[in-house]
């Protein structure tokens, strides 16, 4: 059975930094492009970074460039998403998803039932 479990959300001050990950079970996790979403009170979800399969390769939208990482690890079958510099207006719901590859992702495509993410909380 697939399953996406976020975590490691939580509280931070503005400029602080924060790492969330999401274990991935139930599917073949090194043959999918995998992404990070996010979404905040009363705003529709958005993609906030997508990554190859191979980790060789990553988009991200604009309003998280050069602040957040994405990255993972297939020996664990985990993605992460590391944020630093955060700002109020980062606080959401994160969630990840996987997709074929990067380029359907950026086009829309979730392959999977959405997971009950993780809470980031950006506030003084």
């Known amino acids: 059975q697939m399953q996406l479990v976020e975590s490691g959300g939580g509280l931070v001050q503005p400029g602080g930094s924060l790492r969330v990950s999401c274990a991935a079970s139930?599917?073949?996790?090194?043959?999918?492009?995998m992404s990070w979403y996010r979404q905040a009170p009363g705003k529709e979800r958005e993609l906030v970074a997508a990554?190859?399969?191979?980790?060789?390769?990553?988009n991200y939208a604009d309003s998280v460039k050069g602040r957040f990482t994405i990255s993972r690890d297939n020996a664990k079958n985990t993605v992460y998403l590391q944020m630093n510099s955060l700002k109020p207006e980062d606080t959401a719901v994160y969630y990840c998803?996987?997709?074929?590859?990067?380029?359907?992702?950026?086009?829309?495509?979730?392959?999977?039932?959405w997971g009950q993410g993780t809470q980031v909380t950006v506030s003084s």
């Open positions: 990554i190859t399969s191979t980790g060789g390769s990553a």
């Open positions: 139930g599917f073949t996790f090194n043959n999918y492009a």
């Open positions: 998803n996987a997709g074929p590859n990067v380029g359907s992702i950026l086009r829309g495509v979730v392959l999977f039932i």
